[in-house]
């Protein structure tokens, strides 16, 4: 005899679909943000040593990559939603915050890149040792974003 307290509620997808949409918004404006200050940064650096432009592009390029790490967890959760009587509320749970997990280390992770990435090539177009510094900061900021990622994963695979 069936209670109906195994069926899902009608609005259990709406948690996942959410948690898609908070994975790719939410990286996909840190990696704008990201792209946009490192971007000026560059041009304002250019203006005096146009040599550097090409070696000042990391920035743009790593804050790029957070925008893939949001991307992969919402094609995943988006993926394997269902309708809601084979999509229980607990999953829905389960990715949203996969999704929350994802877009907001990466809008924090775009953030960190796009502020280091303008003070930087500005810098080291005055000083090219700290091209290096520069670097090793970045690389510090865009881990951020990947632990993210794989807190989002793990909560995908519960």
Known sequence: MATGLDDAPVYSAFFGVMGAAAAIIFSALGAAYG???????????????????MKSIIPVVMAGIIAIYGLVVAVLI???????PKYKL????LHLGAGLAVGFSGLAAGFAIG????????????QPRLFVGMILILI????????????AIYL???
């Open 78 to 84: 988006a993926g394997s939603l269902e309708e809601p």
């Open 140 to 151: 510090f900021a865009e881990v951020l974003g990947l632990y993210g990622l794989i807190v």
């Open 115 to 126: 502020i280091v990435g303008d003070a930087g090539v500005r810098g080291t177009a005055q």
């Open 35 to 53: 792209t946009a200050k490192s971007g000026t940064g560059i041009a304002a650096m250019s203006v005096m040593r146009p040599e550097l432009i």
């Open 156 to 158: 995908y695979t519960k």
């Open 90 to 93: 607990y999953k829905g749970f």
